[in-house]
């Protein structure tokens, strides 16, 4: 079958991190995924030529904007100032290239750009937190979301910054090959295969790489260990040998959120891993984490942003 061909912007003064994130998901050959396809990686700029990045040295890029008339996904991974207007032959290339159906993904200050040629018109978008107001400032039509990692429409992707950019490209290998291919090409990166789009814009603090004699890790590990359960904060306190209020400050400092928030994200996401890789009916994976059907679906509403049976269909067979 034809590779899926993608096309990543390059430009003068880029960050090299998100370009580098972008190559090291798609343009590395994965022959041990034994997948029908993957995708053929090419860089391309306004001007093709060497081009100084962050840091102090340059990339060369050997295309132009006509890799776009191609490209069947278009990744835009920042702009060269979010102060200056965008190119108005990039906009273009932009704009025809999702005309004709291509896929259009932002990364960090790239939605200025899709933003600037019209493809956010009256949706959600994100970018990173620090640009978020310039953007809802200067782009009105665009609602514009800091607080999320990701807003995917379909044909328009946008994703917040740096790490995110992480997050986004698995995204799109869950959207075209699955959960399964997804995970082993994070495991291959030594990432976290997911985080939804509707997480925050800030790492939780893990429980793995806390010490192995912290009380509050060893009550959170068990609590991973047991989440068919109904447990209670005034059990894992115990589990900790501290009283309830140390318990849940300490949480709060050791993962970033109160314990019964905490435990509730684990529920949900471990009853999302299920729902893309098991066939259990939806009651049966909601038992499996310990909540009830009508708890499971509100919950997983609140935190995935879809319903469980919406969220199973993105991943089919």
């Known amino acids: 079958m034809r590779r899926h061909r993608i096309a990543c912007l390059a430009f003068d003064g880029m960050p090299p991190f998100e370009l580098a994130t972008v190559a090291e998901v798609f343009a590395v050959a994965r022959p041990e995924l034994d997948v029908d396809w993957w995708y053929r990686f090419e860089v391309c700029a306004e001007a093709p030529g060497p081009h100084r990045v962050v840091g102090g040295f340059d990339i060369v890029v050997h295309h132009g904007l006509d890799r776009l008339r191609h490209a069947d996904t278009v990744i835009v991974p920042g702009v060269a100032d979010v102060r200056r207007q965008v190119s ?3 906009l273009d290339a932009l704009r025809d290239a999702h005309a004709r159906g291509a896929r259009v993904v932002s990364i ?3 939605a200025f750009a899709l933003a600037a040629a019209g493809l956010l018109d009256d949706k959600e978008a994100t970018t990173h937190w620090r ?8 782009h009105p039509e665009v609602t514009v979301d ?14 917040a910054g740096t ?9 799109l290998i869950r959207t075209d090959h699955g959960a ?3 995970t082993r090409v994070a495991r291959r990166m ?3 295969s997911h985080r939804e789009g509707g997480q925050a814009q800030f790492a939780e603090h893990p429980v793995d790489k806390a010490p192995s004699d912290d009380p509050i890790s060893n009550a959170l590990r068990y609590a991973l260990d047991h989440l068919h359960r109904r447990l209670t904060v005034d059990e894992l306190a115990g589990i900790a040998h501290l009283s309830v209020r140390q318990f849940e400050r300490r949480c709060v400092d050791t993962v970033g959120l109160p314990p019964g928030r905490w435990l509730t994200h684990q529920r949900i996401r471990t009853g999302a891993t299920l729902l893309e890789t098991a066939d259990h009916p939806i009651d049966t994976v909601a ?4 909540l009830t059907v009508a708890g499971f679906r509100h919950h997983f509403r609140e935190i995935m942003g879809v319903s469980p049976s919406a969220y199973r269909r993105q991943f089919p067979g």
Request: net charge negative; charged share 15%; proline share 2%.
């Open 287 to 290: 038992g499996l984490v310990g």
């Open 146 to 159: 800091a607080s999320v990692l990701y807003v995917d429409h379909g044909s328009v992707i946008t994703g």
């Open 180 to 182: 399964d291919i997804a």
């Open 131 to 138: 640009y978020a107001r310039l953007l809802q400032e200067r």
């Open 190 to 192: 030594v990432v976290a």
């Open 88 to 90: 108005p032959a990039v």
């Open 163 to 171: 790490a995110a950019g992480i997050d986004v490209c698995l995204h």
């Open 108 to 110: 960090c200050s790239g």
